[in-house]
């Protein structure tokens, strides 16, 4: 039970919106190499989801390569400060009326407008395989978790 209760707390962390986290989206270059950007997530679940311009470099390093991380921090890092780093699998979501059903779920969800369709969106969706925390367990023992029943 302690464990769903930190996962349930690691969730209400990670699902926090900038500038309280900042959340980044880690992808592989074609060399392997990793490449990272700061992105906005949306939590359903454990499913994580950013939205993409579908002509971005991260899509384009998606569709080579699936495997992905995310890292989530703290505004204010300090001794003892909460980080959430998370590994899976990505899916990309093209279909537009999958990418608008989604738009309106976030939007629904964080009292935000739909934004205009002004160029071709996706969704890019990942249900951690690994997911390591610091911070959540009182002190600067890390927690790691390996399970992720929606």
């Not at 390569?65 to 921090?73: A, G, R």
């Not at 003892?80 to 590994?87: H, I, P, Q, R």
């Not at 925390?133 to 600067?140: D, H, I, K, V, Y």
């Amino acid at each position: 039970m302690e464990d769903q209760q930190r996962l349930q707390e690691i969730r209400e962390f990670i699902g926090q919106r900038a500038p309280a986290v900042n959340s980044f989206l880690i992808t592989l270059r074609a060399d392997g190499s990793p490449y990272i950007r700061q992105v906005a997530t949306f939590i359903e679940g454990w499913t994580i989801q950013t939205i993409s311009n579908a002509a971005n470099l991260k899509v384009k390093h998606l569709r080579a390569n699936p495997t992905v991380s995310y890292l989530w921090v703290q505004q204010r890092p300090q001794f003892g400060a909460k980080n959430v780093w998370v590994n899976g699998k990505a899916e990309i979501v093209s279909d537009p009326a999958e990418v608008r059903a989604f738009l309106e779920r976030r939007a629904a969800a964080t009292g935000t407008a739909v934004p205009e369709v002004d160029f071709e969106r996706v969704v890019i969706r990942v249900v951690p395989t690994f997911l390591r925390a610091e911070g959540f367990a009182g002190g600067p023992r890390p927690e790691v978790f390996r399970n992720f029943a929606n």
